[in-house]
Nanobody, 125 residues
Framework: VPLVDSGGGLVQTGDSLRLSCVVS?????????MAWFRQAPGKGKEREFV??????????FYSMPAQGRFTISRDLRDSTMYLQMNDLKPEDTALYSC????????????????WGRGTQVTVSS
């Protein structure tokens, strides 16, 4: 399995969580753009871009809702991508999935070819 995401849970407003995505094999060699997307309840299969990172140089890109509260990073040694989420709000409740693709910093779902199964984040008010 090329991408395995984890770290979700049930938290309260204002809490923090760190999501992880373990990247296996030569995934980042073929797909240098890694990203986090989320699917909110009641929005069907629509995925919202959260943040992306260029694997080699570590350049980062954020959506407006994530800017300032979320931090995307990667550990080259452990081949793991992270999403540190601070000051969580109920509107952050969603299934968060990591993704890999060839187009750097793309916010478009169709740009990504590999997906993790997702990890649920629920923020109570």
């Amino acid at each position: 399995v090329p991408l395995v995401d984890s770290g979700g849970g049930l938290v309260q407003t204002g809490d923090s969580l760190r999501l992880s995505c373990v990247v296996s094999g030569r995934t980042t060699f073929n797909y240098p753009s890694m990203a986090w997307f989320r699917q909110a309840p009641g929005k069907g299969k629509e995925r919202e871009f959260v943040a992306a990172i260029e694997w080699t140089e570590g350049l980062t890109f954020y959506s407006m809702p994530a800017q300032g509260r979320f931090t995307i990073s990667r550990d080259l040694r452990d081949s793991t991508m992270y999403l540190q989420m601070n000051d969580l709000k109920p509107e952050d409740t969603a299934l968060y999935s990591c993704a890999a693709g060839p187009i750097i910093a793309s916010p478009i779902t169709e740009s990504y070819e590999l997906w993790g199964r997702g990890t649920q984040v629920t923020v109570s008010s």
